[in-house]
């Protein structure tokens, strides 16, 4: 334990806000490391009180010491201002691991306690290699295999996924951004991705190049969605721009697919944006510098 203690004297140092505890309130037992993994990055997210994201303290360390043993240990305060009466904590640590400068694996582990000044250390044990009965102890953070090698940096965005809900004709359409270091105050914009060059498309549209600018910064979700590695945003600004197109393109099909009632009417067009690429770029604050990283859903 004697390593394991100075690497949670480390953690503490650079996590905890002035007035914390000495002791962290969660150890994370990481456990069947794949030892290619040479570098663990953290961060973490606080649901309550509801802080939201992590800001830049992200801490590092070095795994190849621990990769022969498979297993690394390290403590966590998820800390407030020491004016705040609030004991409770819940919120998620979330980790990436790294080889050789490439992201291989980013995962979020829920974290649930109460604190008080002799409560105990909550310990949460994280195997890598899941159970098959028991299933895993984390989330997985989507990394998109249309790259070999993600390389580390914030923001790093590895994967771009939608949720839908509501009914048929008249959904909310959820842009979901995943990737390392989307930090409290990151903001999105989003464009759609065309193959030909833009003023080509815009020419075999009809319609304005205006509106395929990049949008302004489009609302972010709230919640206990919301991560240092997901970001929800709301691209229900598209859904003008796009249903015209939509309906355009359906008047095109040959007959027998044209004539089918559902394609002549508005509610295909409401769930158009479930249905285009989209460019994003995210844009965060490092060490006092707007950094930015760009992902396309075009093939």
């Given at each position: 334990?004697?390593?394991?203690?100075?690497?949670?004297?480390?953690?503490?140092?650079?996590?905890?806000?002035?007035?914390?505890?000495?002791?962290?309130q969660f150890v994370l037992k990481l456990s069947k490391l794949d030892?290619?993994?040479?570098?663990?990055?953290?961060?973490?997210?606080?649901?309550?009180?509801?802080?939201?994201?992590?800001?830049?303290?992200?801490?590092?360390?070095?795994?190849?010491?621990?990769?022969?043993?498979?297993?690394?240990?390290?403590?966590?305060?998820?800390?407030?201002?020491?004016?705040?009466?609030?004991?409770?904590?819940?919120?998620?640590?979330?980790?990436?691991?790294?080889?050789?400068?490439?992201?291989?694996?980013?995962?979020?582990?829920?974290?649930?306690?109460?604190?008080?000044?002799?409560?105990?250390?909550?310990?949460?044990?994280?195997?890598?290699?899941?159970?098959?009965?028991?299933?895993?102890?984390?989330?997985?953070?989507?990394?998109?295999?249309?790259?070999?090698?993600?390389?580390?940096?914030?923001?790093?965005?590895?994967?771009?996924?939608?949720?839908?809900?509501?009914?048929?004709?008249?959904?909310?359409?959820?842009?979901?951004?995943?990737?390392?270091?989307?930090?409290?105050?990151?903001?999105?914009?989003?464009?759609?991705?065309?193959?030909?060059?833009?003023?080509?498309?815009?020419?075999?549209?009809?319609?304005?190049?205006?509106?395929?600018?990049?949008?302004?910064?489009?609302?972010?979700?709230?919640?206990?969605?919301?991560?240092?590695?997901?970001?929800?945003?709301?691209?229900?600004?598209?859904?003008?721009?796009?249903?015209?197109?939509?309906?355009?393109?359906?008047?095109?099909?040959?007959?027998?697919?044209?004539?089918?009632?559902?394609?002549?009417?508005?509610?295909?067009?409401?769930?158009?944006?479930?249905?285009?690429?989209?460019?994003v770029t995210v844009s965060t604050t490092v060490d006092g510098k707007?950094?930015?990283?760009?992902?396309?859903?075009?093939?």
């Amino acid at each position: 334990m004697g390593t394991s203690k100075l690497v949670l004297g480390t953690l503490l140092f650079a996590l905890c806000l002035p007035g914390c505890n000495e002791k962290p309130q969660f150890v994370l037992k990481l456990s069947k490391l794949d030892p290619s993994y040479d570098t663990l990055y953290v961060n973490s997210t606080l649901l309550t009180p509801n802080k939201g994201p992590g800001g830049a303290k992200e801490i590092t360390f070095d795994l190849k010491p621990y990769s022969a043993a498979g297993s690394f240990d390290f403590g966590l305060t998820l800390d407030i201002p020491s004016g705040d009466s609030e004991q409770r904590r819940t919120g998620s640590v979330e980790m990436a691991f790294v080889s050789a400068g490439c992201v291989r694996k980013i995962i979020s582990v829920r974290l649930d306690g109460n604190f008080g000044v002799a409560s105990p250390i909550a310990t949460v044990e994280v195997p890598l290699v899941s159970d098959p009965k028991e299933g895993p102890k984390y989330t997985d953070t989507p990394i998109d295999g249309k790259q070999a090698c993600y390389q580390m940096r914030r923001p790093l965005i590895t994967a771009l996924q939608r949720e839908i809900t509501g009914p048929y004709g008249a959904p909310k359409t959820t842009l979901v951004v995943y990737g390392w270091g989307l930090l409290a105050g990151t903001t999105a914009k989003a464009q759609l991705a065309l193959a030909r060059p833009l003023d080509a498309a815009c020419t075999l549209a009809m319609i304005s190049c205006s509106t395929w600018d990049q949008s302004p910064d489009l609302p972010i979700g709230t919640g206990e969605q919301r991560s240092t590695t997901r970001l929800p945003v709301d691209i229900g600004i598209f859904t003008s721009t796009l249903s015209p197109l939509l309906r355009r393109v359906g008047s095109l099909l040959p007959p027998q697919l044209s004539n089918l009632s559902f394609l002549s009417e508005a509610k295909p067009g409401n769930m158009s944006t479930a249905i285009f690429p989209f460019k994003v770029t995210v844009s965060t604050t490092v060490d006092g510098k707007v950094t930015m990283d760009t992902f396309s859903e075009y093939p």
